[in-house]
């Protein structure tokens, strides 16, 4: 998401401490060829990067901070362009009050959505998520 419009509550992604990314030490993709990780959805190799997410231990911990500090490329099992139909349709462009529970719950439907910008409107709109069901 780094290539598109800032999002209002965006955290610069050189902000983040080193002890905000523990957590990456116990990812299944902690020896993995990082360039895995950073082709389009419609590349073959997307469901390689993708699948090893799904078995991670740490893919809560991974999508929340690809979703706070907006990265590119696939972070806890989701795509940039899963990221990004999120962030403005569902979170109406605005993470400034984003937290933890929010990304969990959002997480839930990553697996269930498309891997590109359109599909995962279509399957957003289909699902009919909206910020209401938000409030956890």
């Known amino acids: 998401m780094n290539r598109s419009p800032k999002i209002k509550g965006t955290k610069d992604p050189f902000s983040i ?8 030490d116990r990812s299944a993709c902690a020896t993995e060829a990082t360039d895995l990780f950073f082709v389009t959805p419609k590349s073959e190799l997307i469901n390689s990067a993708i699948n090893l997410c799904k078995s991670c231990p740490v893919r809560s911990e991974c999508f929340y901070e690809a979703m706070t500090y907006s990265y590119y490329g696939v972070w806890g099992g989701s ?19 984003f937290n933890k529970d929010q ?18 409107i279509a399957d957003i709109l289909n699902y009919k998520l909206t910020d209401m069901e938000l409030n956890v």
């Open 103 to 120: 990304s969990d719950y959002l997480l839930s439907y990553i697996d269930r959505i498309g891997k590109t910008k359109n599909t995962a």
């Open 17 to 24: 401490a080193p002890s905000e990314m523990k957590w990456r």
């Open 79 to 97: 795509t940039e362009e899963q990221r990004f139909v999120l962030v403005r349709n569902v979170l109406n462009s605005d993470l400034s009050s």
